[in-house]
């Protein structure tokens, strides 16, 4: 309890002390000085820009803009400080917003591109601010858009950029989907065009089947309908296999026979998963032919060679390397 008394005397010492007295006069004036800059400030004459939104409105469901205006203008305000700060405090419940309404520019042709000069802008930014807000500037100062009349085709999507697996994978299949998309153009441009590209993207480091979206190249005066496409990227990895192949002559006269001892080696090699099962023993030919054997005169032992590999086949490795053979004569058999 005395504890207690003694804690609340030092609060209480500290909060009504010559130095606390001292502060609290100072804050009070620093609040006082405070209020009358406020003031001064709202009176005088400021400069502030605001982004008003813009929105194309009434556009018929034939109409496709190919080149849209810009999301918003950025506008340079005069006026007191009062006034800046009314406004402010409104846009947080009614944003800067204006509407152009496209049926006043729409020339009836089947391609166009409007432009709305600055005195038209300025007349319309006028109905959204108060009279007595000054508009000192805006940017842009001039507004374009473009549009047609429903023109389109149908065109294939190519990707455009890099695939790239880790070391141990590969890349089994590339799909685009949609494989196509609907192109809105001027007849002009849209007449030339056979392709749609998209974005030069590259993915490097693959190693498990993905799948990206991908935005379509943006080119001046064109729309696609969907605007990106999805990229799926099959990718497998590389394996090893192992199949038993018989050693064989070629080319050896008709009473002559190779043989080897094993007459068969074990071909290992590096192959696609996807391709495992396609190839086997039968795709490979380990032979000799007669004349080579005929130049082995500093071996008694037979160097292995294949003379056909199948293709998407690497890392060929042979066991054993070399093997023991003989030319064994074969007895015709004489007919009486």
């Known amino acids: 309890m005395k504890n207690g008394k003694n804690r609340l005397k030092q609060w209480k010492d500290k909060l009504f002390g010559h130095k606390s007295h001292e502060l609290l006069v100072f804050c009070f004036f620093l609040a006082v000085s405070f209020c009358f ?62 509407e152009i309404d496209f049926t006043k520019y729409d020339t009836g042709k089947n391609d166009a591109e409007v432009t709305i000069p600055t005195s038209e802008i300025q007349r319309m930014l006028g109905n959204i601010f108060a ?38 994978n590969y890349i089994q299949s590339v799909r685009l989907e949609p494989d196509s998309v609907k192109v809105f153009a ?31 190249q943006r080119q001046k005066h064109l729309k696609y309908e969907p605007s990106s496409v999805s990229i799926k990227v099959d990718v497998g990895y590389y394996t090893e296999k192992t199949v038993k192949v018989p050693i064989i002559g070629l080319n050896f006269p008709a009473e002559k026979k190779l043989r080897t001892f094993p007459a068969w080696a074990n071909i290992t090699f590096r192959i696609e998963s996807g391709r495992y099962n396609k190839v ?57």
């Not at 149908?154 to 990707?159: A, D, E, G, I």
């Not at 693959?206 to 990206?212: E, G, I, N, R």
Request: charged share 20%.
């Open 186 to 216: 001027p007849s002009s441009v849209l007449d030339t065009m056979h392709t749609v590209y998209t974005e030069p993207m590259h993915f490097e480091g693959l190693h498990v089947t993905s799948s990206f979206d991908v935005p379509l």
């Open 37 to 98: 800059w406020l003031l001064q400030a709202l009176h005088e004459t400021l400069i502030r820009e605001v982004n008003v939104r813009l929105e194309l409105e009434k556009v018929p469901s034939d109409v496709v803009i190919i080149d849209s205006l810009p999301p918003t203008l950025s506008v340079t305000l005069l006026n007191r400080g009062l006034a800046l700060a009314r406004h402010s405090f409104s846009t947080i419940f009614r944003p800067n917003r204006l």
């Open 280 to 336: 086997s023993a039968d795709d490979f030919v380990l032979a000799t032919t007669y004349e080579e054997l005929l130049q082995n005169t500093e071996s008694s032992k037979l160097s292995l060679h294949l003379k056909n590999v199948p293709e998407g086949v690497s890392d060929v490795r042979i066991s054993p390397m070399d093997v023991d053979y003989l030319i064994e004569q074969v007895v015709q058999e004489t007919s009486e």
């Open 131 to 168: 009279t007595s807000m000054k508009i000192q500037s805006f940017r842009p100062d001039t507004l374009r858009f473009a549009y047609n009349h429903g023109r389109s085709r149908r065109l294939p999507v190519k990707f455009a950029g890099n695939l790239k697996a880790q070391q141990q």
